[in-house]
């Protein structure tokens, strides 16, 4: 299928654009290189933080980094404990409810 599309594209004849067109798409540019410093510097992105700004806020999140990393962690043995008593009953529950339901068939049974 991308055969078919190459061979299609490669046989099509290219045409040239007027010089007229790319002297004008190349000179609405305003290469920053090719003018001088003084407009250089005020062709600085509109919607760019200020630099104080943007260190400050990473200054912000190298604390939080570092307090994370400092904070001990919690451990989790209590919750554990706790799910295996609840699983202990569910499971004792089970084997009395068993073993009632076993008791009522076997002695109506004739």
Do not use: C, Y
């Amino acid at each position: 299928m991308n055969d078919d599309l190459e061979t299609k594209l490669q046989s099509m004849r290219r045409s040239e654009l007027p010089a007229a067109w790319k002297a004008e798409i190349l000179g609405s540019l305003n290469l920053p290189s090719t003018l001088p410093k003084s407009t250089r510097k005020s062709l600085s992105p509109t919607l760019a933080p200020p630099r104080w700004l943007a260190w400050s806020m990473a200054g912000a999140w190298t604390l939080v980094l570092i307090l994370n990393l400092l904070t001990p962690a919690t451990s989790p043995a209590p919750s554990s404990s706790i799910a295996a008593e609840v699983s202990t009953r569910a499971l004792q529950l089970r084997r009395e409810m068993l073993q009632s339901l076993l008791a009522t068939n076997f002695s109506h049974t004739p």
